[in-house]
Every structure is written in C-alpha cells, then in structure tokens.
C-alpha cells in the first residue's frame, strides 16, 4: 500500500528550495544570490584546504619547476595548533619526515606563509643567500625595541653597521680573550656555592647557580656591572624579574602575529600591556648604567679590550656611533641572548654526563692529564679535545634553539637548486633538530657519542649545515664565541672539582624537554656534587 510519504517527483525541490528561501521562482535575484554565496563558500573552503595551507593559495608554492609539498591544515588557522603548543621541533620534523617533505615544505600560520627545511643543503642554500637576511617581526619584540637591536633590525644599514660594531668590537677575539678573569670569577663563585648546596642540602640543583652566573657574567660583560646574592638582593630580584618578564613576552606564542585581526579581542597574555610596562623599566636601568659610564669618563677603560659593552658603544664616533635609544635597545639585547643560552647549554651537558658516568670519567681523565689538580684556564680547555666533542655532542641531541630561534624572511622570489622557488614575503625556518636527529645525516642519531666528534671533526659555528647551532650565513649568532667559550670552560671546572653522581631515588635525571624562547630541561637537573680529591675548591 502506497502511503504517499515518498515523494516520486524528484523536481521537489526547485518548489520547495525557493520556497524555503522565500521566493516563488529559482531565477529570483535572491535565490541567484544564496547560490552564488554558497559557490563563494565553496571555494573558500577549497582555497583554505589548498597545498601549504590558506596563506599558500593562487599556486603560490607553484612558482618553481618543483611545487613546495606541504600539509593543508585548517581553514582560517593553517598549522597553527602545531605550533602553538608542545614540543614545535618535533611535530614539525615527524611531519616532514612522514610526508617525505624534508627538503621544504610549505604551511600556513594563519595568514602567514612559511617554509621550513629539514635538510642539510636546503637549509644551507636558506641561511646563507642574501635574500634571506631579514626577520619576520613579532609584535613582542617590535614593542621591546627589538627592531632597533641586531637581531630583529631589518637587512640594511643600520643592521649592517650592528653586524660591524659586534665583530670588531664587541665580540672581537682580543675582547673574549680579555674577559676570561669575569668567566673564571662567576665560576669560582658558582663552584663555591656547589659545594655549599652539597653540604647543606645533600643534593644540588643545578640550575639557579648556572642562571646566576650567566647573568653576572653577561651583565659584567655587557655593563661592567656584579652583583652579590647577599648584597644587592633588591637590586638582583628588580633585574631577575624584568629578565623573566622579557623572556615570557618574546618566548610566548602571540596568536596576533598570524592572525592581526584577533588583536582587537583576543589578548590572553596581555602581551601589548605588559611590553608598555615593561619598556620605561628597562629604558630607566639601562640608561642610569649609560649614565654612570659617561660619568667616570674613564677613557683608559674605554681603549683597553677590558672595557665593557656600554664603554664600547661609548667610544664609537663618526659614521659608527650610535643614538642613546638605540644603545639601550643593543645593550638589552645582549643580556637577553646572552643568559640563557648559556645557562641552559650547560645544565643540558651536565644532564647527559650525570646520565654517562664512561663519559664524564674519561672527560676527568683528559682535565687531569692536561692540567693536574691546576687551575683550568681558555688556553688549557681549547686543547681538550674531548670536551670540546662532549659539548658538541650536546649541541647536536639538545640544540638550544631547535628551530634556530628566530626565522628568517625573503625579500624576493628565491630560486632554490633543487627547482624549488620561495615566493618574496614567505617566512622561512630550519629545523635544526630535526637535521640533527635524522638518521640519514647521523648514525645511531638518538645516542649520545662524543666519540662521533673524535674522529671526524664537525664546525659547529656554521660551517657544516649537518650540526649548526648558531645558525649560519650573515644571521649566524654573533655571541657564538663567547657563548662556546663559556659553556666549555664551566662544564671543565665542574667536573675537574666534583664528580657528578646521579640521585637516583630522589631525583632521577629526567631529559623531558620544554620549549620557550630557547629549548631546556623541563624538569631542572639534581645530582649529587662529590669533591674530586686533589682539586680544591679555588
Ligand atoms: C650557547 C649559546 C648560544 C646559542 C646556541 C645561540 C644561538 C643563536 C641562533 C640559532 C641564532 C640565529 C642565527 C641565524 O638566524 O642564523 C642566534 C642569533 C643571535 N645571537 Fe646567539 N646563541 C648563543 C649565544 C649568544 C650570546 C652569548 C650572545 C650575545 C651576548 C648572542 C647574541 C645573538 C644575537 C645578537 C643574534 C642575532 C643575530 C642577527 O640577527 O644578526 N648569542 N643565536
């Protein structure tokens, strides 16, 4: 029995969709306008879910004899989850690696356009052309006056005269060189309290000794400027807590950046809020520090390679001097890159010789054949070789900033050698962590070996895009000297004293890694600090 609940007439809804839509006839202007709207819609969906993502539509991946490869992600957002949360180093590299995409692959945060390469030669061909010499800016670091300091001042004159002054002034050999007596105090002084924290506590924590030395010895590089822990304690938490602020700001994930439209409503971390409050601080201490310099007027001081960095910046003249501003925003940069790089490069190389006891006996047995219960200086540590191969072995498993810290930008269209083109405007990235633990490059990647280092030697200041830390090319890290210097001679002396043992009950060695502006442990290293028989404490 038919009951008539089935329409036969197929045609139902020529009548019915007009009627819905509130129209008698389906060439109704209005009808011809909701199917245009949904035509539109249709090929916005299509257009977001293009190669590479929303920001790479119109074929703009397309450019080259080889299209860029690279995930869809969502409509409106691209790959921005990714990034926003977790571990970016290694989400980025397992999907480069799953989808075969590691020479480049193409993706979108929000309206951003980026390439990020997990290859040798490709990264090699990005981080030396001149067309990528310039930086995407994040807003963070545009409202911390960033843009007037080396490392996000756009490729031009201004950078270029930066790029100079740090060179032949600031990081010149003769000035490292003259700054060994500040890194020997801060260690002395870290050892010191080592050894209390072991007596007291039975177990040390690491991290807050490397923390207070770096700072003291950046702080005593860059202004000419030591503070004492039991001293200076307002002055020390005001410096600490504006230090903090800083990295919060730059380090945390500004939506904003990719999607300027949310700015008007969506400010969870008060970012803008905060860099105002944050700028007057800053600007009042650096310039008092300027201040005091100009003061003393000590020209002996400003001549000799012993001078800090403000007595530096006060001495250029002509074509090379620098407006007040633009000193404070040079200076503050330098303690921002400064600090934590090398504070957490050691704890991490520390972590993995409390984890290799073989390791860090055969390092006590070269200190103590090269120096013998002496105290340890630059000129010893630099003919160490397996150090030198221990904290290179760090570089490679922990790489302080995975994703090189900050991008890169192209000025133009680039034409990459394996037919590949970058558009002009496209953000460009090098997955350092993923090149460093790709089986392909590095045999048994996942292992820690100094060995490897033994018997082929690796340039690690940018010379061999396989382990290149600091980056490369006209970017390359400026402060790459000073910070390999440093972290070599304090790893030397914390193992010439103590013998680092971990504990295992309380407090086991836990690798779990937390990426902020630079990548560190996630959980600080505890061990126990044995003093080593026949090498006093300085
Ligand atoms: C273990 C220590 C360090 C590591 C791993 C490191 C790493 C890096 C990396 C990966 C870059 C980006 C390079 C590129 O784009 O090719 C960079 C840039 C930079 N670093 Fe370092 N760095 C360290 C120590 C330092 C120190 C001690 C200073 C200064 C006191 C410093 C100052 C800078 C500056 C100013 C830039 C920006 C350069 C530019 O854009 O022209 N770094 N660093």
């Known amino acids: ?105 193409a993706f979108s945060l929000g309206s951003t356009p980026v390439v990020i390469s997990s290859d040798p030669h490709t990264a090699k061909e990005i981080l030396t052309s001149p067309n990528f010499a310039d930086r995407p800016i994040k807003q963070s670091a545009k409202s911390l006056m960033f843009s007037r300091a080396i490392g996000f ?27 060994e007596a500040g890194r020997q105090l801060d260690c ?4 010191r309290n080592i050894a209390n924290e072991q007596k007291l506590q039975g177990v040390v924590s690491l991290r807050k000794h490397l923390q207070f030395a770096a700072l003291n010895n950046i702080m ?46 969506y400010d969870p971390f008060r970012i803008n809020e905060r860099c105002l409050k944050l700028v007057p601080r800053v600007r009042k201490l650096v310039k008092n520090i300027i201040e005091q310099h100009r003061k003393q007027n000590d020209e002996s001081k400003k001549l000799s390679d012993n001078g800090d960095f403000v007595d530096v910046l006060l001495s250029l003249d002509g074509d090379e001097k620098l407006k007040e501003d633009d000193m404070v925003a040079v200076l503050w940069e330098m303690i921002f890159r400064g600090t934590d790089t090398t504070a957490l490069l050691t704890e991490w190389v520390m972590a993995e010789l409390v984890l290799h006891p073989d390791v860090q006996a055969k390092l ?91 018997e082929a030697d690796v340039d690690v200041r940018g010379g061999d895009l396989r382990l290149a830390p600091f980056g490369a090319g006209r970017r390359v890290c400026p402060g790459k000297n000073l910070g390999l210097v ?15 043992v971990q504990d295992s009950d309380r407090h086991p060695v ?19 600090a044995v003093e080593r028989e026949g090498n006093l404490l300085p």
């Open 153 to 179: 001042a756009p490729n031009g004159t201004y950078w270029r005269l930066l790029r100079r002054i740090a060179s032949s002034h600031l990081f010149a050999p003769k000035r490292i060189v003259a700054h």
């Open 220 to 265: 005593g590089s860059v202004f000419g400027k030591r503070y004492d822990e039991n001293e200076d304690i307002d002055e020390l938490e005001e410096l600490k807590g504006m230090v903090r602020e800083g990295f919060e700001l730059l380090g945390a994930f500004n939506w904003s950046d990719y999607l300027p439209w949310l700015s008007y409503f």
């Open 364 to 454: 006590q047995l070269e200190i103590d054949g090269a120096v013998a219960g002496k105290a340890l200086t630059d000129a010893d540590v630099a003919k160490l070789p397996y150090l030198q191969a221990v904290v290179k072995e760090t570089l490679r498993i922990h790489p302080p900033g995975p994703l090189l810290s900050w991008a890169r930008l192209s000025t133009s269209d680039v034409q990459l050698s394996n037919g590949m083109v970058v558009p002009a405007n496209t953000t460009a990235m090098v997955n350092m962590w993923a090149i460093t633990h790709d089986p392909h490059v590095w045999e048994d990647p996942l292992q820690f070996k100094p060995e490897r280092f033994l």
């Open 1 to 105: 029995m038919d009951l008539g609940l089935v329409s036969k007439d197929t045609t139902w809804w020529v009548f019915t969709l007009p009627a819905f839509l509130g129209s008698k006839n389906l060439l109704d202007a209005y009808v011809l306008f909701s199917l245009f709207i949904a035509f539109l819609s249709l090929a916005l969906i299509s257009w977001a879910f293009a190669v590479g993502g929303i920001a790479w539509k119109n074929g703009r991946n397309n450019k080259g004899t080889v299209p860029i490869p690279g995930p869809r992600g969502l409509p409106i957002f691209g790959t921005l989850f990714t990034l926003s949360r977790g571990l970016a180093h290694r989400s980025l590299a397992a999907m480069a690696w799953t989808r075969s995409n590691t020479q480049l692959m």
């Open 486 to 500: 440093t972290v070599n001679l304090w790893v030397a002396k914390l193992v010439q004293h103590f013998g680092w």
């Open 188 to 191: 002395t002084i870290m050892l």
């Open 510 to 528: 836990d690798l779990s890694e937390v990426l902020k502006l630079s990548c560190e442990m996630k959980f600080p290293l505890h061990a126990l």
